[in-house]
Nanobody, 128 residues
Framework: QVQLVESGGGSVQAGGSLRLSCAAT????????MAWFRQDPGKEREVLAR???????YHVASVKGRFTISQDYADDTLYLQMNSLKPEDTAMYYC??????????????????????WGQGTEVTVSS
């Protein structure tokens, strides 16, 4: 199975940028759909973006234009470039992986239960 490790979180002022990384190791072959989620304490884990090996990406409306998901297949690393950060972006950020049937199936997956493999998370704090 695949193991995921996030990094790149930290504290930043509003308007700043961060780039999160998610390194995949182990049996990475076949995990063709990866995603970034975030979670505030006491709230549901929410999807931010998904990427399929076809190159298709899907970003939710709240981050579209500010966050960009990408993947380097040479070293099995997933990224989330976050620009124009806001205090409400403060959360724990997680990457996740799944073997999707297709790009459409990857797009459909938006819930925590849709992804069986998770990293431990990296914390992002945005101050005003």
């Amino acid at each position: 199975q695949v193991q995921l490790v996030e990094s790149g979180g930290g504290s930043v002022q509003a308007g700043g940028s961060l780039r999160l990384s998610c390194a995949a190791t182990g049996a990475t072959y076949g995990y063709n759909c990866m995603a970034w989620f975030r979670q505030d304490p006491g709230k549901e884990r929410e999807v931010l973006a998904r990427i399929h090996t076809s190159g298709a990406t899907y970003h939710v409306a709240s981050v579209k234009g500010r966050f960009t998901i990408s993947q380097d297949y040479a070293d099995d690393t997933l990224y989330l470039q976050m620009n124009s950060l806001k205090p409400e972006d403060t959360a724990m950020y997680y990457c996740a992986a799944v073997r999707a049937y297709s790009g459409s199936d990857c797009h459909r997956r938006k819930l925590r239960s849709d992804f069986p493999y998770w990293g431990q998370g990296t914390e992002v704090t945005v101050s005003s």
